[in-house]
């Protein structure tokens, strides 16, 4: 027998609005859909779609755009394969904040951490690799960061111009390198292998400063020991303590000889006003 035609539109109707209550739900919850092997306890949802969970709170200071950070971390899949990991590597990332030297969800969720912190980001396709992916990334991978903050270098550098010392007080090495700590730091000495990050301000015997990273609220960070700068530096911030702050007066042969570079000269003796900001053990 057929259904009454009024009995058949109270079912229909029904069935559309149970429809778009079940929409409205969805819709209403905004919470981005994460891989069940990526979900964490505690997470909670920026307005971008980000997800973290903050483990252990730092006490230190909370980074600002244009400040170092010095991150470790372990990426993994939502397969729960591991792509990267500093860990791994004894080597944790230094890189600017905000100023999109890493991925957007990094910069925006580092930026929540205060300095000392361990927490975990989801970071959807969108804030990290998208489309594209990279390398051992896929298309629109969801990434689960886990990540410790473990420093934080203020961008307003500390420097008022030549740093003061009697000549008398320079100490020449058995290369012609010449040194005078001016404040002497409390931290360790570095050793070859580790990374170092330094402020310096080089200049040439006429007063031109020819660089600064202290201008640039930006220290220079680089593997000691390795080659990756010219010798007089090499040497000469393996001889302060962290923390310490120095003049280093490099002759030609230790800097850039006889060719020079740039806006030095050849056979140009160069004095560098460094600060040893930070050092990171080789590990």
Same mark, same amino acid.
């Given at each position: 027998?057929?259904?009454?035609?009024?009995?058949?539109?109270? *079912?229909? /109707?029904?069935?559309?609005? #149970?429809?778009? #209550?079940?929409?409205?739900?969805?819709?209403?919850?905004?919470?981005?859909?994460?891989?069940?092997?990526?979900?964490?306890?505690?997470?909670?949802?920026?307005?971008?779609?980000?997800?973290?969970?903050?483990?252990?709170?730092?006490?230190?200071?909370?980074? $600002?755009?244009?400040?170092?950070?010095?991150? /470790?971390?372990?990426? *993994?899949?939502?397969?729960?394969?591991?792509?990267?990991?500093?860990?791994?590597?004894?080597?944790?990332?230094?890189?600017?904040?905000? !100023?999109?030297?890493? =991925?957007?969800?990094?910069?925006?969720?580092?930026?929540?951490? @205060?300095?000392?912190?361990?927490?975990?980001?989801?970071?959807?396709? +969108?804030?990290?690799?998208?489309?594209?992916?990279?390398?051992?990334?896929?298309?629109?991978?969801?990434?689960?960061?886990?990540?410790?903050?473990?420093?934080?270098? @203020?961008?307003?550098? +500390?420097?008022?111009?030549?740093?003061?010392? %009697? %000549? @008398?007080? #320079?100490?020449?090495?058995?290369?012609?390198?010449?040194?005078?700590?001016?404040?002497?730091?409390?931290?360790?000495?570095?050793?070859?292998?580790?990374? !170092?990050?330094?402020?310096?301000?080089?200049?040439?015997? $006429?007063?031109?400063?020819?660089?600064?990273?202290?201008?640039?609220?930006?220290?220079? @960070?680089?593997?000691?020991?390795?080659?990756?700068?010219?010798?007089?530096?090499?040497?000469?911030?393996?001889? #302060?303590? %962290?923390?310490?702050?120095?003049?280093? =007066?490099?002759?030609?042969?230790?800097?850039?000889?006889?060719?020079?570079?740039?806006? =030095?000269?050849?056979?140009?003796?160069?004095?560098?006003?460094?600060?040893?900001?930070?050092?990171?053990? +080789?590990?």
């Amino acid at each position: 027998m057929a259904q009454p035609k009024e009995t058949f539109l109270r *079912t229909y /109707h029904l069935i559309i609005l #149970l429809l778009a #209550l079940l929409a409205i739900s969805a819709c209403g919850s905004g919470e981005p859909d994460v891989p069940e092997n990526l979900q964490v306890e505690g997470l909670s949802t920026t307005s971008s779609g980000l997800q973290y969970s903050i483990s252990d709170a730092g006490s230190g200071a909370q980074p $600002d755009a244009g400040d170092t950070v010095i991150v /470790h971390y372990e990426g *993994t899949l939502a397969d729960g394969t591991q792509f990267d990991s500093s860990y791994d590597r004894g080597q944790p990332i230094v890189f600017t904040l905000g !100023v999109g030297q890493v =991925i957007p969800g990094w910069d925006e969720g580092i930026a929540l951490l @205060s300095e000392g912190s361990s927490a975990t980001l989801i970071i959807p396709p +969108n804030l990290a690799y998208g489309p594209q992916g990279q390398g051992p990334i896929p298309p629109d991978a969801t990434l689960r960061f886990d990540v410790e903050l473990l420093s934080v270098i @203020s961008s307003e550098a +500390n420097y008022d111009g030549l740093f003061e010392f %009697e %000549e @008398s007080e #320079l100490i020449t090495t058995e290369s012609g390198l010449q040194y005078v700590i001016v404040e002497e730091g409390d931290g360790p000495v570095p050793q070859a292998g580790d990374t !170092v990050l330094v402020h310096y301000s080089g200049t040439l015997d $006429d007063g031109t400063v020819f660089d600064s990273s202290f201008e640039r609220g930006q220290p220079f @960070s680089f593997p000691l020991g390795q080659g990756r700068v010219i010798q007089g530096w090499d040497e000469g911030i393996a001889l #302060l303590p %962290e923390g310490s702050r120095a003049t280093l =007066i490099i002759p030609p042969e230790l800097g850039y000889g006889a060719n020079g570079q740039g806006p =030095i000269p050849a056979n140009a003796t160069l004095r560098f006003d460094v600060e040893l900001v930070a050092i990171i053990a +080789n590990q």
